[in-house]
Structures are given as structure tokens and as C-alpha cells.
Nanobody, 122 residues
């Protein structure tokens, strides 16, 4: 069983930056991808970015391309989401998740963290 703990959320002004971390415990061979999702109040949880754990393939939600960067440190079993040029519409609870393949579909991810709040003030 993989356990995920997110950190790094907070309150930031529009245009600012935050770096989210997702620390994973458990055997690294039990997952091949890490994804980040977000859920704003009253909205569905949506895909933000994903990374292939072994080869680093990345894929992003169109609205975050060029502003967000997903990365991972395999030795530390930790994933990151660097968020720059933040906008008010990026406000949400951000979740990391692991699964067997890189995908934008929530159903492909079997392990989820508890989430970390990101609030962007305009």
C-alpha cells in the first residue's frame, strides 16, 4: 500500500508561486506514474499534470501549460508541482495520486493523498 502526503499549499497573491510536494511511502515499483489533480468548491476534481515515474514523461492540463511544472525525485520517492504565475482560478485543493500509467483519468490512480489547499488572491 502506498501512502501519499502533500505539503506546500498556502495563500499567495495572483502572479505568485508555490511548490507542492508529495511524499510517497511504500515500494516505488508499486507505481509508474504520479498525477496531480485539483478540486475547487462546487466543482469536479480535475486533472492537472502527470509524470511517468521511471522515464519522466509529462502531460499537462492545457490551462496550466507553461506555468506549472511537474517533476519527481526518484531517490526520495517525492513528486513536485511547481506552480508559477498563479491565477485566482487556480484556487483549489490539490491532490497527488499514484497509479500504473500516466493518465488524465482519475480512475487510473489508486492511491491518493489527503490534499493541500492552494488559495490565490486576486
Amino acid at each position: 500500500q502506498v501512502q501519499l502526503v502533500e505539503s506546500g499549499g498556502g495563500l499567495v497573491q495572483a502572479g505568485g508561486s508555490l511548490r507542492l510536494s508529495c511524499a510517497a511511502s511504500g515500494h516505488s515499483f508499486s507505481w509508474s506514474a504520479m498525477g496531480w489533480f485539483r478540486q475547487a468548491p462546487g466543482k469536479e476534481r480535475e486533472f492537472v499534470a502527470t509524470i511517468g515515474w521511471n522515464y519522466g514523461f509529462t502531460y499537462y492540463l492545457d490551462s496550466v501549460k507553461g506555468r506549472f511544472t511537474i517533476s519527481r525525485d526518484k531517490a526520495e520517492n517525492t513528486g513536485y508541482l511547481q506552480m508559477n504565475s498563479l491565477k485566482a482560478e487556480d484556487t483549489a485543493v490539490y491532490y497527488c495520486a499514484t497509479g500504473p500509467i500516466t493518465s488524465r483519468l482519475r480512475a487510473q490512480y489508486s492511491n491518493w493523498g489527503q490534499g493541500t489547499q492552494v488559495t490565490v488572491s486576486s
